[in-house]
């Protein structure tokens, strides 16, 4: 029914809840045409801590696991209407390990990694996967950061950038277009450059609460 919304607060790390939700949804309104996996959560942790290989499990949990079910949940009634939009929100950080974000940077590269091998499955089906790597976006997430980020984006200038990708089912794309030439030099860097460069850079706070 266009212009109904319905609401299924839940953790994507909860998979029984994300099934009776998906499965409500398409009972009421069929195979949806889009689904978007955006539900993340980041916090700087150092890969030598031990204390922290706990705030690594949390963030493989939500960012891994919680986007597989969460579009899991729908792909198999779109694959049966042999059509729609699985979506996935990676990050750049998923390219290359960043000093002080370990945790984040092994979860963005696994959701890019399973992402693309939903692609591959779903190849044939009528169902599209795209993967969005955004750069840096306004949010509460970055607004923990205490230092300058390039081409930040409002969140407003960043969704139609979201919306057109998704529109023309891009397989990956990395917004905005100037940290896509970062990203392709980023991948290129033999690891001794990246890792002097990448030693030298300011890291993600540790203390936030995730
Ligand atoms: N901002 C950036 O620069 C940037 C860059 C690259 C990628 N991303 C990715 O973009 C996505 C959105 O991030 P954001 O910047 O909008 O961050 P945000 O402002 O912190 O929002 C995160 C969202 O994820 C939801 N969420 C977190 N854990 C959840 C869970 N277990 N179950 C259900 N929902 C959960 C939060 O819901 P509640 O508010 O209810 O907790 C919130 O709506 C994330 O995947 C993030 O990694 C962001």
Not at 9 to 27: C, G, I, M, N, S
Not at 32 to 54: F, K
Not at 102 to 109: D, E, I, N, R
Request: hydrophobic share 50%; net charge positive; glycine share 8%.
């Amino acid at each position: 029914m266009p212009g109904t919304t319905v609401h299924y607060p839940l953790d994507v790390t909860d998979e029984r809840a994300l099934a009776h939700a998906a499965r409500d949804f398409v009972a009421r309104f069929g195979a949806p045409d889009i689904v978007i996996a955006n539900a993340g959560i980041g916090v700087g942790t150092l890969s030598d801590e031990l204390a922290d290989i706990e705030k690594l499990s949390r963030v493989l949990d939500v960012n891994v696991a919680g986007l597989a079910a969460t579009l899991a949940a729908f792909a198999p009634g779109m694959r049966r209407a042999g059509r729609g939009t699985l979506v996935g929100i990676a990050s750049v950080a998923g390219f290359r390990g960043l000093a002080g974000n370990g945790a984040y940077c092994a979860s963005k590269s696994a959701a890019i990694t399973w992402l693309e091998s939903l692609r591959v499955e779903l190849r044939g089906t009528g169902v599209s996967v795209v993967c969005i790597c955004p750069g840096y976006i306004d949010t509460p997430m970055t607004r923990a950061n205490r230092y300058r980020m390039p081409f930040l984006m409002t969140a407003e200038k960043a969704a139609p950038r979201f919306a057109r990708a998704i529109a023309a089912r891009r397989r990956r794309v990395v917004i905005p277009w100037q940290m896509a030439l970062v990203s392709v030099l980023l991948r290129a860097m033999p690891g001794w450059l990246y890792d002097r460069l990448a030693s030298r850079a300011p890291r993600k706070p540790r203390d936030v609460p995730i």
